[in-house]
């Protein structure tokens, strides 16, 4: 399948011709959930800019394989959009073939690397690994820095919107900041001693980083590889041994091993309750609901942490969330009830 995708990436190349310089358009392919929001935010009011985003929401990244249309449509952009640091494994070929027949590729990840915020992986103890973790998108400070640094890539691109980018982009610095800041305010209501997040994978290390919480991932940084009974027994003794009262499901990865946890504390005699909804963490939600957005993704995901402690029997209380972020979290996310 992959040489078969590099054979039709190669006769595109070649009929192509002069498409790209034909279209007064600019052409953008953004991979996954969180890169195609960016670039729509970005190039918002610039009705020449077309977008076509690859992986629809609740799609593992990881796991993601390019289609003959994925590759056509990136063979024939203006520019490409990744996520980078090997986030869409099964495309890292496909990008390399790219570059080399000259489609722009940008990677997300590049900036916040390059001004030295990426972090490894670790394992379940602790351990650092030597591997780039792909999830810095979860401290929005990284995500500011990237968002400025694209700007200045379409406006290289497309100089006669460059104010429009760059006024788009100031306005969402302010965006991330001020989610920052909400999200530094409320998740710092728990009690350090039990800011343990436990989740299906290792995503969360720049979420724990940014806001001060301890974070264990059953599996590691990837979901290429499944977890096995070591991991979910480790999982086990640290939930039972810290008395973590919470377990997150994530959107993007069935809840197997999550269940086999609990199900792991409650026979050792322990209690653990499940997340009141399931964390977004490789792909956003519903575009049409809240979390379909990246500041409503890291805002919902902040609201389930809290409220689902809360419901553990945490005493805590949320800040409302800032009036000039939209979307506004609807009722039916700030009502909880416990018992269901």
């Not at 977004?280 to 902040?302: E, H």
Request: charged share 15%; aromatic share 10%.
């Amino acid at each position: 399948m992959f040489y078969r995708l590099l054979a039709l990436l190669l006769l595109i190349s070649f009929s192509a011709g002069s498409t790209h310089a034909q279209d007064a358009d600019l052409n953008i392919v953004a991979t996954t959930t969180q890169a195609a929001d960016l670039v729509t935010i970005l190039t918002a009011d610039v009705d020449t800019v077309q977008i076509t985003a690859l992986m629809n929401a609740g799609v593992d990244p990881h796991l993601y394989q390019p289609t003959e249309s994925d590759v056509a449509a990136m063979s024939r952009a203006d520019l490409v959009v990744y996520n980078g640091l090997h986030l869409e494994g099964k495309f890292d070929e496909v990008f390399a073939s790219l570059s080399e027949r000259g489609v722009p590729i940008y990677a997300l990840g590049q900036p916040v690397k390059d001004a030295g915020y990426i972090v490894g992986g670790f394992d379940l103890s602790d351990t650092l690994v030597d591997v780039d973790d792909p999830h810095f998108w979860f401290d929005p400070r990284n995500w500011e820095l990237t968002a400025l640094d694209l700007v200045e890539t379409l406006a290289t691109l497309d100089p006669a919107n460059a104010e429009t980018y760059r006024a788009n982009g100031a306005a969402y610095a302010a965006d991330l900041q001020a989610l920052f800041d909400w999200s530094t305010a409320a998740l710092n209501n728990v009690p350090e001693a039990q800011r343990d997040l436990v989740t299906s994978h290792d995503a969360f290390q720049y979420f724990g980083a940014a806001f001060g919480w301890r974070v264990n991932g059953i599996q590691g940084i990837s979901t290429a590889s499944e977890a096995g009974v070591g991991d979910i027994q480790a999982t086990v003794d640290f939930v039972a041994n810290s008395a973590v009262p919470v377990l997150f499901v994530e959107s993007s990865i069935a809840p197997n091993t999550i269940q086999a946890v609990i199900a792991g504390v409650r026979a050792a005699g322990g209690e653990v309750r499940i997340g009141v909804r399931v964390l977004y963490s490789d792909a956003m939600g519903d575009p049409d609901g809240f979390g379909g957005t990246y500041t409503s993704m890291i805002a919902s995901n902040v609201y389930t942490i809290l409220q689902s402690f809360q419901c553990a029997g945490v005493d805590l209380t949320i800040p409302p969330y800032p009036e000039a972020l939209e979307p506004q979290p609807p009722t039916d996310l700030l009502d909880v009830d416990c018992a269901a």
